[in-house]
């Protein structure tokens, strides 16, 4: 898996910062390609925002994205897994070995 097949991965440092419960045990995801680690009890958007400065890409434009509602109503956080279905990245729980993309996959319509 390259992190060049859908964009360069995202830059290094995180929208959010961990001020506590901090002794969970890690998680390792990829990220565009690129391993990072998040920690148990995370949800797939806190697992991102602490890695990376947003979400995902918009679909229709070059724009960032970050979440909006943080609790699963506005439908803004949905991302790809490598293996293809999308989810909601704010209520849905990071786990082990996931490949999640922050850009559109080419075919989706």
Known sequence: ?????????????GRLVRLAETGR???RFLLDGAERMALTGDTVLTAILTNAPALRQAEFGPEQRAGFCLMGACQDCWIW?????????????????????????????
């Open 25 to 27: 045990q890690p998680v």
């Open 1 to 13: 898996m390259s992190g060049t097949a859908f964009g360069a991965p995202p830059e290094p440092g």
């Open 81 to 109: 897994q490598e293996q293809g279905p999308r989810i909601r990245a704010c209520s849905t729980p990071v786990a082990e070995g996931m490949r999640l993309l922050t850009r559109t996959r080419r075919d989706w319509p």
